[in-house]
């Protein structure tokens, strides 16, 4: 009996912090909306060309997980999705401004950006593509890839590298 009741506040507790990692995304992503609407130029945004939705997209050199899974994952993001959805790739080590702005605590992290450059979700930690996919599709209406090929004469989505402070 009293297994079962040390399994039972466990498992409370375990519910309770998923409810306030959830509760405490929202508000941000709340604040930041708030933040960013009038604010694109500190944000980190203004490479974003009106109507295309956006992966914001922080790392750091040393982030190992960065370069052996969630870089190729958001590569084949832009492979697939092309001129239709835009990377903007941020060094957090070298932007702590922006990193503090976005309230990134560790890398990876990643924000969908939808078409009118609104935050709409936030992933901390690494996200595989099929993830990142099927939230492009629910937070930023963009539709699934037409061709998974690679063709040569198309260009490929633009990758924006913030390091120097303006």
């Given at each position: 009996m009293e297994l079962l009741m040390r399994l039972g506040v466990a498992m409370l507790i375990v519910l309770a912090g998923l409810s306030l990692y959830g509760l405490w995304s929202r508000a941000r992503l709340y604040l930041l909306r708030r933040?960013?609407?009038?604010?694109?130029?500190?944000?980190?945004?203004?490479?974003?060309?009106a109507g295309v939705p956006a992966i914001l997209y922080f790392t750091t050199p040393q982030c190992i997980p960065c370069r052996t899974i969630q870089g190729p994952?958001?590569?084949?993001l832009r492979e697939q999705y092309r001129d239709r959805l835009h990377i903007i790739k941020i060094d957090a080590s070298d932007r702590t401004d922006l990193a503090n702005y976005w309230g990134?605590?560790?890398?990876?992290?990643?924000f969908i950006i939808d078409g009118a450059g609104q935050p709409r979700h936030v992933n901390n930690g690494v996200t595989t593509a099929p993830k990142l996919r099927q939230q492009l599709r629910e937070f930023a209406g963009l539709?699934?890839?037409?061709?998974?090929?690679?063709h040569a004469s198309q260009p490929i989505g633009q990758e924006v590298?913030?390091?120097?402070?303006?």
């Open positions: 933040r960013v609407s009038g604010n694109r130029r500190y944000a980190g945004l203004e490479e974003l060309r994952a958001i590569e084949e990134v605590l560790s890398v990876p992290t990643t539709s699934d890839p037409v061709d998974h090929t690679p590298w913030h390091t120097r402070r303006s």
